[in-house]
């Protein structure tokens, strides 16, 4: 505020407080004189009006007096003349208000006017006696008019001279106030309204009152003192108001960036939580980790994530503890499983780290939803286990089938020498069969790793169930209870080999799971009718009619974990050596291919149930599991007949002489093209091996073919992943044989490339 404003605002106010100070004191003065002859007014007023009443007093004992003179003999006699005279005589007095005269016994004998004013009265009532006894009695009731008419003359003559007294007193006061306090007071107004003008430095002038003067002196002192401290207090205006600004600006920045903070926290793609060290209370949850627990903000702030069952009291104390004991208090890229609200689990990646605020520890946490990247990696290993198995498949199929080959040829030669309804040639039976599930296994394995498809036709499991039982019956234990349970005829759409080899791994996981111990092993085999809502609780399952296979057990059970993976590739709960871990993931994957579901109930100390779930279908004609091979086709055509084992040569060859072809048989692809570009019309067909050193078998059939082009040609393979039979087909090679070869299928795939070829 400037020196201006002061004066503006301060001059005319200190100048009404002088005025309005002594005006104080004459009202005050004035105030104590009035009181105090009011005062005297008043006692002098009632010591007047009571002598007035005792002068009416005297009065009324005088007239009574008279009257009781004259009154007394008349109303001893009862002249009631005498009495109304005498009271009539005595009303005339102007004093006399009203008169009432009563005889002894109380009758009123005469009685004047009413009395309209009584309080301008004064009454007595009197006794009259006469003779010592008492006559009557007389009731007065004298006016005060006259005496108070007299006593207010004087009242107003007292005023006059107490006014009069009054404005002496107050001039007088006022002169002598204005003599000995106005002025002096005025020259200290004056110097204050300088002073708080803002000219701290005015001196006063010289005051004779020794209050006034110290009063001056006390003002001078504290302008000195004011003026010292506006300087400092302007100083500090200005550090405080520059402080006010920094604290406008701070706040404004705090506000900016709580705006943002809130922004970033709730919009987060992660979930962020805000947690109590002590106690885990949740103080703060962002919208993203809302959605992964399935919770409303509401539901979780205020209590504990215990309390939530987000993980159990256990989980967060080996969390806290890494937290506390790790650098900087902080834990990177821990995993942890929250449970959700449906139960669901919730695998999350967890960033914490400790703060302080107001003394007080909190957690704050950024989680990272990996549920779905772990599945995915899952997924991946799935996929690369897929991929190991598929190369897997590929590296032995081709061995292992020229090894079957040899299995199968050898005992076909056999069979062919051994009599009807014989030992030796049920037992060569038996190997044909075994070496015709071995070669299933492998197309198994192929199917499986996807490098080969599956011969899918109509099945009746419960045929396939019951040699299974037989089977197992023969190979465990005795103390292994076997029940088999068949209440369904269904057929399904499946490969037989297939159905038979995921029923005897079941069964051979059950058995091995009691093999300690022993137990009981359970095959049921029923109908099952899936309606809509069961089927919404598995993957690509429609409702409709299934047939349910259930292994149950009644060995140790698995744990969850266990259960987790009990279909991933190579996994097994066995100790080295007791397996390779194909069994429930090639289950798995055979179910799942056929529209079907797999599902795993175990627990520890109790067993396991594993139920197989398969879409029925309409049943049509029964086919065989296993044909043993009858009379085969013959010739006697000349045959080059080209492999680089020695002895798929000498077996083709002792098969094919049987078959009474004449045959030429090489190990050396180039030797044979050599000697077929001698003679290529000496052969009536070429059947050569796919897979051979220095040429492939469909190069080498190429080149045989640009020698002679309508050359019969026939490629064999135990496995290829490089080139397909309608490939081969395509290219003009007549025929594809896979290995391991059976006689009859060989003999009728030669005989009709031969006569095909005879009828070009």
Known sequence: MSTRQRQSDTKPYSQWKGTYLIVKLM????????????ALAVVFYKGHMAEVRRAVNEQADQHFASLSRILAPSLAQGRLDWITATG????????????????????????????????QSVARVFTVHHQGRIVGEVSLHLAMQQLTQLANRQHKALALQIGGVLIFIFIAVGLLIRLVIRRPLSALQHGIDRIAAGDYRFKFGPIRQNELRGIARRFSQMAGEIESRENRLQDMNRKLQAQIEERRQAEAAVKESEHIFRNLFDLSPQAITLTRLDDGTLINVNRRFCEIVKFDQAAIIGRTSTEMKFYSPAARKRFVQQL??????????????IQAKDGSNVQVQLFARIIEVRDVKYIIAIMHDVTEQRKLERQVRQAHKMEAIGTLAGGIAHDFNNIL??????AELLRMDAPENTPPRRYLDKILSSADRAKNLVSQILTFSRQSDSSLQSVQPKLIIKEVLK?????????IEIQGIMESDAHVLADPTLIHQMVMNLCTNAGTAMQANGGLLTVALTDFQMDAQQAARYDNIKPGPFVSITISDTGGGMPRETVERIFDPFFTTGDTGEGIGMGLSVVHGIVKDR??????????????QITLLLPAMATPERNALFTPPGKPATGNEKILLVDDEAFQVDLGTQLL??????????TDCMEALSLFRKQPHDFDLVITDLTMPHMAGDTFARKIMSVRPDAPII???????????????????????WKPFVISNMAATIRRVLDDAANV
Do not use: W
């Open 471 to 479: 089977l197992m019956r023969a190979s465990l234990p005795s103390n």
């Open 27 to 38: 009202i005050g003065l004035l105030v104590i004189l009035v009181i105090s002859l009011s």
């Open 595 to 608: 529209a079907g579901e797999v599902t795993v109930k175990s627990e520890v100390g109790k067993g396991t």
């Open 88 to 119: 009539a005589a005595l009303a005339q007095d102007k004093t006399v208000r009203r008169i009432q005269i009563s005889d002894a016994a109380g009758r009123i004998v005469y009685q004047s006017s009413t009395v309209t004013n009584p309080a």
């Open 405 to 410: 080959s040899a299995i199968v040829g050898y």
């Open 715 to 737: 490629l064999c393979t135990g496995f290829s992943d490089r080139i397909t039979e309608e490939e081969v087909l395509a290219m003009g090679v007549k025929a594809f044989m």
């Open 324 to 337: 506390t004991d790790g650098a900087n208090h902080e834990v990177l890229g821990l995993e942890m499983t």
């Open 657 to 666: 002489k049987r078959l009474g072809y004449r045959v030429v048989a090489l």
